[in-house]
């Protein structure tokens, strides 16, 4: 059967070079456009099931490894671009020879792969072939001989191979890899992945009203999910257990080639990839040989097409139509499938995103409700209704040195307005709210994990339990044995790793850069301010007068899109310079190397993100000085004031400015508009070679198709992302109580459009268990930390909650905030200006000025110490700290009341996995009985079958159960 | 074998109660004294070792279950005092009827015990008997009953038992049980026990430099260590795994009687016990029985005698001499055998004791150089000389009214310079050092535990496993029972737990309960101010000049010591109420059970610890009013004020009575001192009975010893004293440096005193296993964090820090503190005093006053705002806030970074945990080769076999060691 299906498939590919070896040129042509359109446009594939099997049609394909063929120019040969195309020729004429030898080895594999049933020729046999790389001459045969080494080695671990050079894809070969069952079994048992048995148990709703209010409630959220298997089975769970070949009667093994699924053979797979070392000079796991270019590329398959036209389902399909969709939009995921397909690691991160996002509708409920309550209470606000009153006639000090004269108080009514959305009482309630929010947010997402460890079989799983986890990265290993080289010319010694001194001229870069960066950040920020100060004089000094009156918002609008753009700009730098620091660092692990890459692009990016805002709301118009004493900049700037009515309103547009436009740049345009565009690109294009394309695009293998996809590159930039966006909702949420809502409505796309990522443009990534998001956690509970305390600071010091209650509990006359604008404003008198420093049109407002007004609490020129900080200065400032410590530790008192108060285990779940674990007591007890019934009945039977023996003594064949019936027992000695 | 062994043994204690049946009325008398004795004396033990076995000398005794031997009188007879003789002794001649019968019943269970290595009768003959209970009449009957369905269901469990009803203490039984091989095999493999393989591997020590410098560390710490076995293998590690049945070729199994030690036989059989249910209306475990007195005591035993004469060596007597004695107080102690002999959570309370105690000995040091700063700067400090000398001549206000007079300032040198000793810049150095000590302490002791962890075996294994824990208390499942038969009378709905409305009135009582503590910790520090308050005043009247000068003197000290006493008295008090409330809740299992003791003593002990010191530390003078309109208590009673110099003093005299007294009193008198007191009573008692008691000391069983010693009963109460303790070490050390070494001194008798307990006067406890120190380390980080804020408030509020910062650096004209004193000192004109309130005796300095002085920072008398508070006291206010927010900040954030800096896990135990992982997958991958390599020979002597079958066809005596080859080699695919 396998003959034929071997016959049936070969003809094909081998015809095909001939049929078009005319046009081969033309071919190469297109192929180089091909591929870069392939790279574009990934969703559309083709249909390709045969491709998912070896030729047999009988062996799954679990994972693949592509090389660079050999041919003369050598190096990368994946990506080649149509300037190759000569070469290129030139390569495939020459690759008859090979190809021949190829198609020979491949069949002599298959062969040796079906062989592999019975058992495999003895070990000894490849072992002794050795790496003999350096005596060969040629790079590319050293790369070959590497890679028939290794390929030897993946046989002795028991796995079955397959190549295909012959693809339509040049340069490119494909190793295809099928683990066989005894493989999967014992990788199943050393990874002590926890398989379903065959008993089931049915989880019991709570009772009574409860599971009324339960059947309601999910019936009301019935269309809410997604049409997915998984659901119509959620009231019955198989029990667990690690598997265990000794074991093997407790699971449902009628189907071996379903018992594991796509995702635990390839990680499987992947597993045995990474701890196959091949010797030469130094260890060499598959890390290393992707390293050093012996391979190009190693992924495990996507289980099918998403395209209407095929008609098998998958769960890829499935996922595409009921996850990665943006009419589903107000769906649950599917979160178990995506699991199924991805792992638990990327599944996890859609949990916490959709947890995230529903956290947000309650967020940005409340959020809006306050912005509302602002809106409505704007006309009964007495500081600014004795701001705008006419009747009201403080004259207040000129904004500038010269150019700007005295001006009336109650020009600045719109802003004092506008401030009070932002300023008011309701603010201090929704930045305790959101404080508490983040802590329960937290626990829920504990929670969560919990249910989803234990729907996932993940409880008792630690992380560290895959050793592969701690394999050396290939870069690492390189530089050891780099190091291992130049120090053998000098002593014996072996080094078996980097120590300090290797590693610092590394460590110093790194420093020396982060700060750098830093710097750069800061330097940015001082820029804007000096374009901020320096247009604001240059326009005030214009003669238009329209020009002068829209000042300030010209200012401030071009200010913040500035600061946006040199944002979104130093964003991709920062990345790539992260990145860039921490593969100079040479980590020694995967996992180290994550948490390095993790912990510089977190502080970049926050730097980057929030120093400007910090600016605004800690600094800004604090640094001011006085009337007659001023704070120059540069000796002729003065530092920038905040208009009336505080900073608040500043940060305010600041914030929403910068949250919405990277919100919208960098997803829709960056994540929707460029795919977009790339596909009007390719439209356009694709009318020249529209046929022929459609006919190869049908005939590529499944492996071929998945190897045109980006490679998976991690969940470190969505997170971050997300974490980033975790920041504004939390940091200054006191200025800015929509940034909720911006959130939400952001999430609802990112997720879509994530999923949309990993169904359709990227290569399966290879499932990693994961019990938790890991450092994300922490990084999250930092920030919701470190929200409490900007909050704090924001409220007491940013806007004006303070010095009003402070005015209406112990100054204000009559208990009412009347007078309080008037109790701001320290008197001047403007004899009293430097010399140079006095307006140049003091009778500006009509009248001549003695006695100007400024924001600030000092003492008025006819006290005994005139302009001195006041007492009242003192007074508000010890409240607005006194503020801050009760606060912080009222809300942080919360906050872990909140954790402690909220059982990270649901209930529900602790009590099922108190039920499992009686369960499997009970089976594994009923089994004991069993057994010793077993050998009760032996002992019965032997004492019989003792006499009978005596009667005839040839009973070969019975003996064989007996004998299994013994060691069974004495095992269950 | 196992007959001759029972015939020797048998005839002592027959043959004695016959010898001694003429004087068996002095019997009664001695025993019930010797009772007394043994319980007050437990220490001395007799050579007894042949009661660690079974009648046969072969069987261990893992487990020991005590039951009350069925007499008229009925009731607790363990406890029988000397009252009860009479009762005794009938019982006694009545008992030889039953007596007989039980000899009868002991005979057969030894035969039936012996037996069980072959199997055991069918399970259907015992499981059929029920546990009739109601339908006889006697409740001892019913008991028995009980008692024999249980010990039916563990021998169906595989448990052997023998039934010892004719000891030397009347009135008990003993059920002595042994858990044979397959049963330790079986519950080992549920249980996931890790055990050693055979496999070991050396632990490489770090190259190089390192190496020497850690040889000669060691070197020099060799003395340090105690003598111990385990010290010298230290380099060389076992490879664990989970023990499995399957996997038996692992292990080194080739002395099966010690593959499991003490301590895991009895855990084994301890688990069994708990899962073990005997189904009487409801389920009953062992805790029900225990609970519902069916049982008097469960217990393991000791591994033997710790007396200088019994020659054979074992590890109770090992750690009796050396760890639970005085004269290794310096020495490290035997962590691995205490938990070898304890188990894992015992071992990890004295590993985290001794770290702490450790850890005390760089803090105390610290502290004592900052004590010493402190007397060596005394003599420079400013502030407290300008009081001091002579010259300066500032009258003070009366610190009473009426009686009190006017005082010179310079009176209060004394009390000023004793201030500086504990208010320097070096305190708040060392508040800033012992909060990052706190953190240092928490990490390095996450890191021990860790090396532990690996140590032990217990990585991997998950706290939850063991499914024991969740099982129900015997209370909770008496309770479900009374409510689900109320229930039945009404409907038939079957209740499984109790609801909240059924734990609402326990709920209610705890809430009101605790509510009242505290009220009455509030109401007697309010108290002992009033004693102060009324004390001072009237001492002050008094004519008698030297009474008046000791007034300040007296009074805090018989104030502090009322504290004491009273902190004394409720300390156990609120144990007491702590535990009667968490009995009154019912929790369901033992955890949560313990979790909520926790709770409720850690707040009521410490309010009651903390309360007085709060109130001296943050409340004391502040509420003091000024002169010319004081607060007053009661109308009459002004509060109270600080002595010059600020209220740290104060501080420090109360914590340093409250901690020495606690530790001294709580420490040396209950537990050292009361033990010899009991002591010396049992001398001179011995005397009367001396010789025949010894007999028969000498002649008591491993079992009967151990039952007059006292239950375990659980560590919280060392944890708690140690929180405690850890509390006045952390939470006010600003104000007492040498807190720690006092602490340390404490604990290093503390560590032995427990040691011995554990070794001598308690009962074995069941080895438990424990990843952690669980509930304890929150709240060693919850007290650390609280710390910081309260050493902020302490330093900024408490202290003159702060005030004499803002002075020099605000306020000085030369930028020193010379003027500091009159700074802080406010000016009050006599005439102002109201009326009735003004001194009687104006002239008591020698001249008319008319301004006096008082430390406040308000207006003079002659501003226009006289006696406002004035600007300086806002500055330095606002300074006092800014700084506790910055404290708090910046240590917080110092901790976090230490927290993140040093790594949770050594970095050679996770290389070894790594390389450990790596070992097991090649011993697998070996194994896995060797199977596959037998499959082969087996196919080829297969195929041989198959032509010999042919030639001869009797073979069935070679049948057997192939078919079992297959059986192998199957289950390996």
Redesign the interface.
Known sequence: MTEEAEVGVDPSPTSEPEQQAPHFLQDVIFHGKFKLLKALTPEENTHCQHGLYFEDGERRVDYVLTYPLKKPSGGRSTRQSSHLLIENAVARSLRRGPHSRDEHHRKHQAQKAKDSLS?PS??GADVELGCPGETLGGQEDHKMFTREKFEAKLRDMGLELEKDEDTKIQGVGFVKIHAP??VL??EA??MKLKMPTKKMFEIKESSGVMEKINTLVSKVLEPLHPHVEERRHRHIKHLSHTF???K?HLFDLSDKDYFFDSKTRSSIVFEILK?TKCKAKYNMGITSLLGSGVYTAAYPLHDGDINEESAEPNDRKLLYEEWANYSVFYKYQPIGLVRKYFGEKIGLYFAWLGLYTQMLIPASLVGVIVFLYGCATVDDNIPSMEICHPKNNITMCPLCDRVCSYWKLSTACGTARASHLFDNPATVFFSIFMALWAAMFMEHWKRRQMRLNYEWDL??F?D??S?SQ?HPRAEYEFRVMQKSLSKDQKLQHKTEKLSCRDRLPAYMTNIVMMLLMIGVTFAIVFGVILYRISTKAALHMSSNPITRNHVQLTVKTTAAIINLVVILILDEVYGAVARWLTVLEVPKTDKSFEERLIFKTFILKFVNAFSPIIYIAFFRGRLVGRPGSYLYVFESYRMEECAHGGCLMELCIQLSITMLGKQLIQNNLFEIGVPKLKKLIRYIQSKQVAFQEEERQKKLQRYETDHFLEPFAGLTPEYMEMIIQFGFVTLFVASFPLAPLFALLNNIIEIRLDAKKFVTELRRPVAARAKDIGIWYNILRGVAKVAV?INAFVISFTSDFIPRMVYQYMYSPDGSMHGFVNHTLSYFNVSHFQEGKETLDPLHLGYPVEICRYKDYREPPWSATPYEI??EF??V??VR??F??VF??VVMLMSDIVDWLIPDIPKDISLQ??KE??LL?DL?MKE??VK?QF??NR?STAAKENCSKSNN????TT??PR??L??DST???
């Open positions: 058992p003895p070990p069952w005894n079994c014992r048992e050393l265990s070949r000794e093997q701890r409880t008792g630690e560290e339990e050793p701690d305390i006041s007492k003192w007074a400032l010890a700290l006194a801050v410590i912080q530790n996995i108190h674990k009686i007591i594994f004991e009985q010793l050998r009760e002992l003594n040839n009973n070969s003996a064989h004998s299994r013994h060691t095992k269950s000695l």
